[in-house]
């Protein structure tokens, strides 16, 4: 899902890691950080397209939402 993915990177970048060590363990933090609820929606999310791809035979179907 690509919200959590650039609303993750974006929060991981915000504190300048200096290290390669200190970016894994931001990233490992930031991770931790993702509440429950935001992840349960975003499964959801992904459930709901996977069906709608179904639908659409593997064509485009961005204009069914």
């Not at 993702?34 to 996977?50: G, T, Y």
């Amino acid at each position: 899902e690509y919200y959590l993915w650039r609303k993750l990177k974006v929060s991981v970048y915000a504190n300048n890691s200096h290290t390669i060590n200190e970016l894994k363990n931001n990233i490992r933090h930031k991770i931790q950080e993702i509440q429950a609820e935001k992840l349960c929606r975003v499964i959801v999310n992904v459930f709901k397209r996977c069906k709608m791809c179904q639908v659409a035979e593997g064509r485009n179907f961005e204009y069914l939402f």
